[in-house]
T-cell receptor, first 113, second 113 residues
Framework: DGGITQSPKYLFRKEGQNVTLSCEQN?????MYWYRQDPGQGLRLIYY???????QKGDIAEGYSVSREKKESFPLTVTSAQKNPTAFYLC????????????FGPGTRLTVT | GNSVTQMEGPVTLSEEAFLTINCTYT??????LFWYVQYPGEGLQLLLK?????DKGSNKGFEATYRKETTSFHLEKGSVQVSDSAVYFC????????????FGSGTRLLVRP
């Protein structure tokens, strides 16, 4: 059964701690994306990766970091430098950079107190 | 730059009512247009898409027609069900936006029995 998995579904952290959100896909997609969603708002792009060992900043990359060491994995680290980290984080993938359709994972809700 | 504007919600309807959610876009090129749906606590699912002018996307009773002359992609359904209650996002992607998805702010639909 192909798809995108994100874990955990809910994550709680204390302020000042870094936290890493997992995203794995078995769709054999080249491109992967991280979005942030705040209540009542649309999605904002954090980082994206078109190919292994390459990634680019999106619109709101400050306070976040990513890696793409394997095609199927694209973890996102929310660092202590991110001023408002509490949000719903969504990972997505597409067949290639030039493919318009993106497929989304179920999301991770991060709460930082 | 490219952008998407959706009607503000929430939209509240009775079961079997007709649904329209307005979406207009601004783009310098020839974008592909999408509607995504998000059920409570979940990720986004692609509902339908259209890749060129006058194309009609359809799925699960929902339809949207790509209107280049009015730069619109309004979502319609003839008879909504309680299970259609969700947040609906209009989005575009094209070469000028580096194939990144640009989302509207979302419209919450609540269908009452």
């Amino acid at each position: 059964d192909g798809g995108i998995t994100q874990s955990p579904k809910y994550l709680f952290r204390k302020e000042g701690q870094n936290v890493t959100l997992s995203c794995e896909q078995n769709l054999n997609h080249d491109a992967m994306y991280w979005y942030r969603q705040d209540p009542g708002q649309g999605l904002r792009l954090i980082y994206y990766s078109q190919i292994v060992n390459d990634f680019q900043k999106g619109d709101i990359a400050e306070g976040y970091s990513v890696s793409r060491e394997k095609k199927e994995s694209f973890p996102l680290t929310v660092t202590s430098a991110q001023k408002n980290p509490t949000a719903f984080y969504l990972c997505a993938s597409s067949k290639s950079r030039r493919t318009y359709e993106q497929y989304f994972g179920p999301g991770t809700r991060l709460t930082v107190t | 730059g490219n952008s998407v504007t959706q009607m503000e919600g929430p939209v509240t309807l009775s079961e079997e009512a007709f649904l329209t959610i307005n979406c207009t876009y601004t783009a310098t090129g020839y974008p592909s247009l999408f509607w995504y749906v998000q059920y409570p606590g979940e990720g986004l699912q692609l509902l339908l898409k259209a890749t060129k002018a006058d194309d009609k996307g359809s799925n699960k009773g929902f339809e949207a027609t790509y209107r280049k002359e009015t730069t619109s992609f309004h979502l319609e359904k003839g008879s909504v069900q309680v299970s259609d209650s969700a947040v609906y996002f209009c989005a575009l992607s094209d070469r000028d936006s580096s194939y990144k998805l640009i989302f509207g702010s979302g419209t919450r639909l609540l269908v009452r029995p």
